[in-house]
Nanobody
Framework: QLQLVESGGGLIQAGDSLRLSCQASGRINTYHMGWFRQAPGKEREFVAALRPTNSNPYYKDSVKGRFTFSKDNAKNAIYLQMNSLKPEDTGIYYC???????????????????WGQGTQVTVSS
């Protein structure tokens, strides 16, 4: 059972940067790894993901060019560098892992098996 623990959230102003980290309890080199977020009153949504066989992350359109997903297999960790943050980026950010996903289901949160507890990101205007 893979356990995930996020860190790095906080309260920041619009335009600032933040880096989230997710530490896994075991090896992640065979897992799809992803970041999702959930704003108050809204459903959990896809932010970014990386397939185990692909070095190029996939991003939600609204974060492309501002967010950067990275992975360190040696440390069993993933990161999300978030720049030029906007108030609409506010939410609880979750780290997720899964095996056996196909590309068309990558953005579907129900297909992911392992979740962290989430870390709050609040961007003030």
């Amino acid at each position: 059972q893979l356990q995930l623990v996020e860190s790095g959230g906080g309260l920041i102003q619009a335009g600032d940067s933040l880096r989230l980290s997710c530490q896994a309890s075991g090896r992640i080199n065979t897992y799809h790894m992803g970041w999702f977020r959930q704003a108050p009153g809204k459903e959990r949504e896809f932010v970014a993901a990386l397939r185990p066989t692909n070095s190029n992350p996939y991003y939600k359109d609204s974060v492309k060019g501002r967010f950067t997903f990275s992975k360190d297999n040696a440390k069993n960790a993933i990161y999300l560098q978030m720049n030029s943050l906007k108030p609409e980026d506010t939410g609880i950010y979750y780290c997720a892992a899964a095996q056996g996903l196909i590309l068309s289901t990558l953005r579907d949160s129900s297909r992911w098996n392992y979740w962290g507890q989430g870390t709050q990101v609040t961007v003030s205007s």
